[in-house]
């Protein structure tokens, strides 16, 4: 394989509209998401990735246990750093905060309906509840500013990326 873009802790090239990492990847210092250098106020991490297969998955029709169990030992992670802006993260954090508050919010709304109310209204308004937090809960869990799409033979590749944050980068994929 050609020499890649090597950092002092890993590895990372571009492919197509996706960024490839090997674990330790430090990327330079510029917002993934507006290409931004980054100075003092911005955030700057090192974050652990992880990639579970797909096909994990389809054991929560046998047991939700299971399916963490199994999700444990076959999940890949690996370290990234990379920067946002403030205006980047500030964004991030507000979705999150959405998110958190809506789903807070329907399991009060549950709760409540299930207390105050009889019959079948109240049934039907737990239910619905119920399920406007698991969303709420689902896309907190999903909103990253970054997102690993792939595990392929210790790479990830990642999705979220700015077009122009690739573009800056310059190195694109091996023997290729």
Not at 60 to 74: D, E, G, T, Y
Not at 82 to 97: D, F, H, M, P, V
Request: include cysteine.
């Amino acid at each position: 394989m050609p020499p890649l873009s090597q950092t002092t802790s890993g590895y990372y090239y571009r492919d197509g509209d996706f960024l490839v990492i090997r674990d330790g990847a430090v990327l330079p210092a510029r917002c993934v998401h507006t290409n931004q250098d980054i100075g003092p106020e911005d955030w700057t991490k090192r974050v652990r990735m992880t990639w579970t297969p797909p096909w994990v998955f389809l054991f929560i029709l046998v047991h939700i246990l299971i399916l963490i169990i199994v999700a444990l030992f076959v999940n890949k992670k690996a370290w990234l750093t990379y920067s946002l802006s403030r205006e980047a993260r500030g964004r991030l954090i507000k979705r999150r905060s959405i998110a958190f508050i809506v789903s807070l919010a329907g399991i009060a709304s549950a709760v409540g309906s299930g207390v105050y109310l009889n019959g079948n209204l109240a049934i039907g308004l737990t239910i619905l509840c119920c399920l406007i937090a698991l969303v709420a809960l689902f896309v907190l869990a999903l909103t990253n500013a970054i997102r690993v799409k792939k595990h392929d033979d210790g790479w990830f590749t990642i999705k979220g990326c700015s077009r122009e944050f690739l573009d800056s980068l310059q190195v694109e994929r091996p023997g290729g």
